[in-house]
């Protein structure tokens, strides 16, 4: 096996010994350094450019050992071989236990210098191997980071730019003298402004995979509220949501349904009277499977019939659940209207 260019720390208090390491195995740019006690020897390390240290177990004032546990516990330590004269297992279980990358048998022969000569050579592979998936896994992270930032200042703009369209959608509505264009364009806006709580949501989220439906829910009842309420609609919108993470691209179609269902709600389910109650309830009905129910207790539609008004919404609801693969049912009550809509997730 060719050896690798390393600085390697030889802790001996045989000096004989020391001097026989340095010269088999500093070869091929190894340099062996060699001091005889373990004060030395942590003077030197904390020098630095110690690729491996080889640690004898007898020494002069005491045993490897407590350098051995010194050294492990320490940030960035070099991996040790231990060498030890002695045939007890105890001393080499002792020795890895302690944080040791291998062991060495001291014998009288070549072969003692032989096996420490590959046991070193294998340390410092396999500490190169350590370092150089360290550092991917600290570049990947910094990558993973950076275009986490990055895709959050997109999300943080994208959300911007929405909320100025459909800020400029509901000026123009009010410059509007025709009722059913008026409508339309409010209409627009909402739609707008059910997409744009999406990406509200996902530049302060940690994961953009997901988002946390009981919280972009409550936004998006608390904005169609306060639009109703600037349009002069008393419905008040009830949420009642389980805390469930489901895939952002999902997400955004659940918001525009329950944006066009809610709304269509505010606008015919109270015809008769002014005030009115919308109930909204997001759950987990069984694993895999979400749903929203979307109820009043205004004069009721079967989801059959007539439509009111121009119908955009109804084929919004219908175009989107069905790119959705959801199923959506309008589900026959005492009074009023209830739509439940189920999605695999």
Avoid at 156 to 185: F, G, I, M, T, W
Avoid at 258 to 284: C, F, H, M, P, W
Wanted: glycine share 8%; proline share 3%; with cysteine.
């Amino acid at each position: 096996m060719p050896n690798t260019p390393a600085n390697i720390l030889y802790v001996d208090d045989d000096p004989a010994l020391g001097r026989l390491v340095q010269r088999v195995l500093g070869r091929e740019g190894r340099e062996i350094i060699h001091v005889t006690c373990a004060d030395e020897g942590f003077e030197r390390l904390a020098v630095g450019d110690i690729d491996v240290l080889v640690l004898d177990h007898y020494l002069g004032d005491g045993t490897g050992l407590g350098m051995l546990e010194q050294v492990a516990a320490g940030v960035e330590a070099p991996p040790v071989v231990y060498v030890t004269g002695s045939t007890e297992a105890a001393i080499a279980v002792s020795a890895l236990k302690a944080g040791a990358a291998d062991y060495v048998l001291k014998t009288v022969g070549e072969d003692f210098l032989e096996l420490l000569s590959n046991a070193v050579e294998q340390a410092i592979m396999t500490s190169r191997l350590r370092k150089s998936r360290e550092q991917a896994e600290r570049e990947l992270r910094a990558a993973k980071e950076r275009a986490e930032l990055a895709l959050a200042e997109v999300n943080h703009r994208v959300a911007n730019s929405l909320a100025l369209v459909a800020a400029l959608v509901r000026l123009q509505a009010s410059a509007v003298a025709d009722p059913a264009a008026k409508e339309a364009l409010a209409e627009t806006q909402g739609r707008i402004s059910a997409i744009a709580g999406i990406h509200k949501r996902l530049y302060t989220t940690d994961d953009v995979r997901f988002v946390e439906i009981d919280s972009y829910l409550g936004n998006l009842a608390s904005e169609i509220q306060a639009s109703m309420s600037l349009d002069g609609s008393a419905a008040d919108i009830k949420l009642v949501a389980e805390p469930i993470r489901i895939p952002t691209d999902k997400a955004v179609s659940v918001g525009v349904i329950v944006n066009e269902l809610v709304t269509n709600a505010a606008k015919y389910a109270y015809r008769d009277r002014e005030v009115g109650e919308i109930r909204v309830k997001a759950s987990q009905v069984v694993p895999g499977t979400f749903e929203i129910i979307v109820e009043d207790d205004g004069i009721g539609w079967t989801g059959e019939g007539k439509v009111h008004g121009t119908g955009v919404g109804s084929r919004v609801i219908a175009a989107t659940a069905s790119g959705l693969g959801a199923s959506l049912n309008y589900e026959a009550v005492a009074q009023g209207t209830r739509a439940r809509l189920q999605i695999e997730i």
